[in-house]
């Protein structure tokens, strides 16, 4: 049975007929909700509810659809909103005519099902809208978000689990606090990290802010403003050892290594190159230059989205010749088709479940991949190397020339794009890095060594 009245009260009427309308009567207690119908204003009713809500609504026919259609007007107060002024809203509303009363009203039903949107919802809206390939600068068509996948698993692994059923209006910036803490502290997410929080911030402030773009309006403004200051991450600085680089290097060719050959080649290539996983796994043949003995890392692999020409020293071509063979990627993975997923590395060097890492079976303190980079950046700066030159092989941008002067950041972004005194800046330095490598680990020069062909 229904729990909604239509009452005709005071007066006893048939079930259908109305009353006029009084402030008295949206006052009055009710058992269970109930609609009272006005005969001044046809259309106009209070629903009261039996908490004491009396909520104005006024129905008419939508003349584009023949259907009869119900338009909320606003909720009674004795002092801001009476029946008088609900009367007047309607009447105004008839003044715009039918065809305009029906698309007002259908506006307001999309912009309340648009602010009815789930947390979850706007994650998986968004996480649509940031793959879409878009076309990019180099014109090739990319994903308009081309980190979307870790955004995408910051907004499930974190947003989604706390807040995902919670309607996205309704999130508050004690919320996205709350749940901020909760990281830190390890509740949510596994191990306790102030990281993980700052990438949920950031994941969840880019959410609301596109969420509230005009257009979309699922939420009236964003609830990650003026979030309480996380604690400050300690940055990496772990840089192995002569002797650690002498363990690795060797150990790296032991027969009973568990781990894939061209995994462990490619380890030695990051240490000898300093380029990141992402860029190096998947090289391939046609990025090789035989002729100047460089590779070109393709602007879509690279961190800021700008071409690497990376000269290889003779102890990279050793790494790359013997990894590559009569394969079209440098490191490939085991049916020899595609590169190496980009974690290769890293989980060889981690290790898993079922299998020792390669840091435990030779008695190594744990490092990652992107340690190797800061290891060979800060030998080579050992070695009295320029920094301008280490920092062209790192590809971190440049914003001092070589007398420490502050260089104009559109200097090299928009005017100084000539390559060729930072390839050879980059080959004095690797090539010098190289030469140290052979004496730690103790490995002449090879003679006659040539791209793979």
Not at 60 to 69: A, C, I, L, S
Not at 94 to 103: K, N, P
Not at 243 to 261: A, K
Not at 437 to 452: F, N, S, V
Request: glycine fraction near 8%; proline fraction near 4%; hydrophobic fraction near 35%.
């Amino acid at each position: 049975m229904s729990d909604t009245t239509t009452t005709t009260e005071p007066a006893k009427r048939a079930r259908n007929s109305s009353v006029i309308l009084t402030d008295r009567m949206c006052e009055k207690r009710v058992t269970k909700r109930v609609k009272i119908y006005d005969r001044k204003c046809c259309g106009l009713y209070v629903s009261i509810t039996a908490t004491g809500v009396a909520t104005f609504s006024f129905k008419f026919t939508d003349p584009e659809t023949g259907k009869q259609r119900t338009g909320w007007l606003g909720v009674y107060n004795p002092e801001t909103f009476l029946v008088e002024d609900a009367r007047s809203r309607v009447y105004g509303l008839r003044g715009t005519g039918a065809a305009a009363l029906a698309e007002t009203f259908r506006d307001r039903k999309v912009r309340q099902a648009k602010r009815g949107k789930t947390v979850d919802d706007i994650i998986e809206e968004r996480i649509e809208w940031m793959k879409t390939p878009v076309k990019k600068p180099d014109g090739e068509m990319r994903p308009r978000i081309e980190s979307w996948e870790n955004v995408a698993s910051h907004l499930r692994r974190f947003l989604s689990p706390r807040l995902g059923k919670k309607i996205a209006g309704e999130v508050t910036k004690h919320d996205i606090a709350t749940l901020s803490n909760d990281i830190v502290a390890g509740k949510l997410g596994g191990k306790a990290s102030v990281s993980n929080a700052r990438h949920m911030r950031r994941a969840a402030s880019g959410l609301f802010n596109w969420a509230a773009e005009a257009g979309r309006d699922y939420v009236s403004a964003s609830p990650c403003v003026n979030l309480p200051k996380l604690d400050d991450e300690h940055p990496r600085d772990r840089v192995l050892t002569e002797d650690e680089i002498r363990t690795l290097w060797h150990g790296l060719d032991r027969e009973d290594m568990p781990w894939d050959r061209r995994t462990r080649l490619a380890i030695r290539f990051a240490l000898t190159t300093m380029l990141r996983s992402g860029e190096l796994l998947p090289i391939q043949r046609d990025e090789l230059n035989a002729g100047n003995g460089t590779v070109d890392i393709p602007a879509r692999r690279v961190k800021r989205r700008r071409v690497i020409n990376q000269p290889l020293s003779d102890l990279a071509l050793e790494i790359i010749n013997e990894a590559m063979g009569n394969y079209e990627f440098a490191f490939v993975g085991r049916y020899g088709d595609a590169p190496l997923a980009r974690t290769a590395m890293g989980n060889a060097l981690r290790g898993n479940k079922k299998t020792k890492g390669i840091c435990e079976l030779l008695g190594l303190a744990p490092f990652t991949p992107h340690d190797l980079r800061r290891t060979a950046a800060t030998m080579c700066g050992e070695l009295g190397l320029s920094e301008a030159g280490i920092s062209l092989c790192l590809d971190h941008q440049a914003n001092k020339d070589e007398n420490g002067k502050p260089l104009p950041a559109v200097t090299r972004k928009v005017y100084n794009l000539a390559t060729r005194v930072r390839v050879a800046k980059k080959r004095e330095v690797l090539d010098a890095w190289a030469i140290e490598l052979r004496r730690i680990i103790g490995k002449p020069a090879e003679t006659g060594l040539r791209l793979a062909a």
